[in-house]
Nanobody, 126 residues
């Protein structure tokens, strides 16, 4: 089992920045990649970014490319999502998720991930 705890959400004005953190514990040696997703009210959970745990390769949704950066500190088992140039449409509940590599499917789909954090709210005011 892997436990994930997000932090760092909040309220920010458009154009501002926030950094989310996701601390992993438990069987972190089973993690292949970490993903970030977000979900706005009455919307489906949407892929934001992904990082390969060991190599650090990153992948981004087109909507955040160039504005968001995900990184990790393996020795601390923490993954970050730095969000710059925030827009009101970025407002959502943000989740981190861990993929053990055992589930089939595309990494942009939530079903690919085995463990989820509780989420943190990000609100961007115009």
């Amino acid at each position: 089992q892997v436990q994930l705890v997000e932090s760092g959400g909040g309220l920010v004005q458009a154009g501002g920045s926030l950094r989310l953190s996701c601390a992993a514990s438990g069987r972190t040696d089973s993690i292949y990649s970490m993903g970030w997703f977000r979900q706005a009210p009455v919307m489906e959970r949407e892929f934001v970014a992904r990082i390969i745990w060991s190599r650090g390769n990153t992948f981004y949704a087109d909507s955040v490319k160039g504005r968001f950066t995900t990184s990790r500190e393996n020795d601390k088992n923490v993954v970050y999502l730095l969000m710059n140039s925030l827009k009101p449409e970025d407002t959502a509940y943000y989740y981190c998720a861990a993929d053990s590599g055992s589930s089939a499917g595309v990494y942009t789909r939530a079903t690919k991930y085995d463990y989820w954090g509780q989420g943190t709210q990000v609100t961007v005011s115009s």
